[in-house]
């Protein structure tokens, strides 16, 4: 085995090759057998080079994976709330400065990092849809503090309860580099004839637009009413953002994604592009599981797969090692208090709303991991309900999947299921069948204006 060591400013192991690697183009090879030879041979000690030189999904685009990826965007921290290794890595450690005279070959290459300054950050336009909703309004604030975010489009109708520009004049008074447009659009328009500005340059449109359900309104009148709005947005994407993603918070999710992605399919442009966000209920498996072990739940990640409503909501509480410690006989009622959440605050907010500011958060998280994969900083995989074809029968499903630079660059496999997952899988397959049948329906019966 070839021989590591360990470098002094990130305390990790790598062998000469992997730095060699890193450093190629940066400096002369001169240079670096000299600063390879100031390093301490690793002594049992773990390298993270193999664990960065099998990252999860695509490394930057132009640049092979490599196993010290040092160099790589500092964003990757910024976006993994849960990422302990890129903390050390974005927050160099104190102990290696100064307490020894730095190697010259290390001042050397300090020296040169400092002439040379980084590439710019890639940063991107967002739409939000819906911008002055319950959802809307904090998940713009949210979407305005991101750091790929340069432009923000809040889009809403006239009779929202803030006028859009509203929402937009006030965002523009935070301290960040975003800046934040507002449109407005009379009720009953057509958003393709009002959104060409709003949309033209998009990379990411986010969409928390439409009707929360009534008491007494089925699933079924919800769709139809929420998928005429999703269209509508849809369809002005198709024609001005065809390459955005275009994240749907809307619900039925089950439902308006499949009808969405399959009007995509149906006009020839790319279905993979809508996204159904579903990490609100990956947020809550995480919160409950926090709260019965005592754990934090930023180190807790639970991948919620399935659908988004009701039994189709399935948390896999066997494949994160906090859940996983959790007593079997408590599952069925944790995975049940995941599946009810919703219906809990719809409760406790007394019929006057849904979840907003949770799903912002959810939403923004969300968001955060597609720029994130936009910009080539490596994301770590986000469940969310998109094109898959990890169940059979099912077109559609909430997966782990992996943002890149175009989007969805991987959909993950489903991983081990126990007993219980098993079990409760059969139960999502039949009610997710159905609504995504629903959905596709609605496709077969209407298309999208040029
Ligand atoms: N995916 C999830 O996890 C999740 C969670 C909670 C709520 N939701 C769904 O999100 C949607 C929004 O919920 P909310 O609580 O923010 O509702 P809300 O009524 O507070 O906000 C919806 C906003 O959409 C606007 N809107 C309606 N039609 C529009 C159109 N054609 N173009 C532009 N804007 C339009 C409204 O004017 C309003 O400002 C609902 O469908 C709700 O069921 C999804």
Not at 29 to 52: R, V
Not at 222 to 238: S, T
Not at 270 to 278: M, N, Q
Not at 317 to 337: G, V, W, Y
Request: glycine share 10%; proline share 7%; aromatic share 6%.
């Amino acid at each position: 085995m070839a021989e590591k060591r360990v470098d002094t400013e990130d305390g990790n192991a790598y062998t000469y090759d992997e730095l060699a690697a890193f450093y190629k183009g940066k400096y002369k090879k001169k240079e670096i057998e000299a600063y390879w030879e100031t390093l301490k041979p690793a002594k049992g000690k773990k390298s993270k080079g193999k664990a960065k030189a099998e990252p999860e999904e695509e490394a930057p685009k132009g640049k092979k994976s490599k196993g010290k990826a040092k160099a790589e965007p500092k964003e990757e921290a910024a976006e993994e709330p849960k990422g302990k290794k890129s903390k050390a890595k974005a927050e160099p450690k104190e102990e290696s400065k100064g307490k020894k005279a730095e190697p010259k070959a290390k001042a050397k290459a300090k020296d040169k990092a400092e002439q040379k300054p980084r590439p710019p950050r890639k940063t991107f336009k967002v739409t939000v849809c819906g911008g002055s909703g319950g959802i809307g309004q904090p998940l713009s604030l949210l979407m305005a503090q991101n750091r790929f975010v340069s432009e923000l489009s809040v889009f809403d109708l006239n009779i929202a309860m803030v006028p859009p520009e509203g929402v937009a004049a006030d965002l523009n008074h935070i301290e960040t580099n975003a800046k934040v447009k507002g449109y407005v659009m009379e009720v009953g328009k057509n958003p393709i004839d009002f959104l060409e500005e709003a949309l033209t340059g998009s990379s990411l449109v986010l969409v928390p637009a439409g009707m929360p359900r009534k008491p007494g309104q089925s699933r079924d009148d919800l769709f139809k009413v929420n998928a005429d709005i999703a269209k509508g947005i849809v369809e002005a994407a198709a024609k001005y953002c065809p390459d955005a993603i275009l994240a749907l918070i809307v619900n039925p999710v089950n439902s308006i994604v499949p009808a969405m992605a399959e009007l995509y399919k149906k006009k020839g442009l790319d279905p993979a592009k809508i996204v159904g966000i579903t990490t609100l209920d990956v947020v809550r498996a995480n919160k409950f599981v926090g709260e019965i072990t005592g754990k934090n739940p930023r180190y807790i990640n639970v991948p919620v797969v399935g659908g988004h409503a009701g039994p189709t909501i399935l948390p896999l509480f066997s494949q994160d090692k906090t859940a996983k410690t959790i007593d079997a006989e408590k599952i069925p009622d944790l995975d049940k208090h995941v599946q009810d959440a919703g219906t809990d605050v719809v409760n406790a907010k007394g019929g006057k709303g849904s979840a907003t500011l949770s799903m912002a958060y959810a939403g923004a998280r969300l968001g955060g991991a597609v720029l994130a994969g936009l910009a080539g900083a490596r994301p770590k995989p986000e469940c969310a309900y998109v094109l898959s074809d990890v169940v059979e029968g099912l077109p559609y499903f909430t997966s782990k999947v992996v943002f890149g630079e175009k989007g969805v660059s991987k959909v993950l496999p489903l991983g081990e299921l126990n007993e219980h997952e098993t079990k409760r899988l059969e139960e999502v397959k039949v009610q997710l069948k159905a609504e995504i049948d629903t959905g596709v329906k609605y496709a077969e019966s209407t298309e999208l204006a040029a």
